[in-house]
């Protein structure tokens, strides 16, 4: 195999699914009599619209028996797959405007709860308003979890309503259905942990791994195969009814004390470790792979069962802690640089004694500063400063961290161990956090305590050093 940019994998991973399902679907469909109809024009236009309400209500009829049903909604999902970007947008608001539920019917089933005198009279009219409450679009929804691919099917349709549903109600209503569909049918007591590696593992599912990276980019299969090594390690979890797509994967570096350099631990030249001498386990990277499940939340479990599957097969295993990124650092500085009190009086003096009258924020901008040995030592103090306040004291909504990663780290019960200066010098790692990297230590027997005082106080737990940073005004 060959390096290739990493943009044509997820290009030829996303095509091939397409490709696949309108393949696979096209058989099933054929199976029944009388149920292909014909492809829609690309744009669906109203007289292939109106072919398409019937369509739809032929799946929501169910006549036929079960055969016919999944051959019904096979060829709906191929009518879609046929349409391009406004066909497909028209396809959806079809279905979230057309098929949601009767409100007129909802309004009687109240009436009849509300007048109800006897216990049998209300029970039948909660039946009744319960059977109201539920859109025909969902049912409807729900015959795609017999086709193979069909629950893929539905979850890249939920990224397309996240996206589209911005200020549009019937478009949210649609994707709120697939989320409540889709956490039913992604509970953690579904999913399986599977280890990645790169002998055992199908050539297909380490593309995927490239094409889903979402925290340091994989620079082709040799990249790859430096983070399957020996003293590496890489567990994903998986659902049944989607064996060959990860749902969020972790990598883990197997190393002797704690890591603060993200480029020293990819680089492919050094020397191989072995796993049974380390004591610490390194979080690098973590990287949802479906952002159709966005806001159904499993990556808690991910890091407790690779906790667990690590401890077993390595005992000398002490340390669990992450490499992280603060993306959310550089906008916070960004939106606060005119603050006077932004930098101390010592940190001003020393910023202009090297750089004249430029603004934090214009220092920052200019690319050589990472390596400009008077300018670099300079940021240092001020930045690391502002970045411990930045994680422990400054607040998104419901008085979560205002870090999305440390949201996450946080929310899972570690505390925040240690600021890495210059942890990550990629143009990623200066524009989202000036290079800083930050570990987040899973102390075991701390995880549930740090995890009821955040979510309850948002009090973030932070080692002494951290703390000491961020108390200095």
């Not at 216990?119 to 193979?148: K, M, T």
């Not at 090594?229 to 994967?249: G, S, T």
């Amino acid at each position: 195999m060959t390096d290739r940019a990493p943009i044509t994998f997820l290009d030829t991973v996303v095509d091939r699914t397409w490709a696949n399902l309108r393949n696979v679907w096209r058989e099933i469909a054929s199976s029944t009599r009388g149920v292909l109809s014909g492809a829609p024009r690309p744009d669906l236009p109203e007289d292939d619209a109106q072919k398409l309400r019937q369509q739809m209500q032929r799946c929501l009829d169910g006549s036929g028996g079960e055969v016919s049903a999944r051959a019904r909604a096979a060829e709906l999902g191929r009518t879609y797959l046929a349409l391009n970007a406004a066909g497909q947008e028209r396809f959806l608001r079809v279905l979230a405007t057309e098929f949601d539920v009767d409100r007129g019917a909802i309004d009687k089933c109240c009436a009849a709860l509300a007048a109800a005198d006897t216990p049998a009279e209300r029970a039948a009219a909660e039946r009744a308003l319960r059977a109201a409450l539920s859109p025909p679009r969902v049912r409807l929804l729900r015959q795609f979890n017999a086709l193979p691919e069909g629950v893929k099917f539905l979850v890249d349709r939920r990224a397309e309503l996240i996206a589209a549903a911005d200020g549009d109600p019937s478009m949210r209503g649609l994707a709120g259905d697939l989320r409540d569909l889709l956490a039913d049918w992604f509970d953690i007591g579904f999913l399986e942990l599977k280890r990645i590696s790169w002998d055992d593992s199908p050539a297909a599912l380490l593309e995927k791994l490239i094409a889903y990276e979402a925290v340091h980019e994989i620079r082709g299969w040799n990249d790859l195969k430096n983070r399957l090594e020996a003293d590496r390690r890489c567990f994903a979890f998986f659902h049944p009814r989607m064996p060959d797509e990860p749902l969020i994967f972790v990598e883990v570096a197997l190393v002797r004390g704690m890591a603060g350099n993200v480029a020293a631990l990819l680089d492919e030249t050094a020397p191989l470790g072995d796993p049974a001498t380390a004591d610490t386990a390194i979080f690098y990277s973590i990287s949802n792979c479906q952002s159709g499940l966005n806001g159904i939340s499993f990556g808690d479990f991910l890091i407790k069962r690779v906790v667990d599957a690590l401890t077993a097969e390595l005992p000398r295993l002490k340390v669990f802690a992450t490499l992280s990124p603060i993306p959310g650092f550089r906008p916070w500085l960004s939106k606060v640089a005119a603050r006077p009190d932004l930098l101390l009086p010592s940190e001003t003096q020393a910023l202009a004694a090297v750089s004249g009258d430029m603004t934090l924020a214009q220092l920052l901008d200019r690319p050589e500063w990472p390596t400009d040995p008077v300018l670099a030592p300079a940021l240092r103090e001020p930045l690391l400063r502002l970045c411990a306040h930045y994680l422990l004291r400054e607040k998104g909504r419901g008085n979560r961290a205002a870090d999305p990663v440390a949201h996450f780290h946080l929310t899972n019960g570690a505390l925040v161990e240690r600021l890495n200066w210059q942890g990550d010098l990629s143009e990623k790692g200066l524009q989202q956090s000036a290079g800083i990297m930050v570990n987040y230590l899973y102390r075991l027997g701390d995880i549930e305590a740090n995890h009821e005082t955040y979510r309850g106080e948002g009090k973030v737990a932070a080692s002494s050093a951290v703390r000491h940073l961020a108390a200095r005004h």
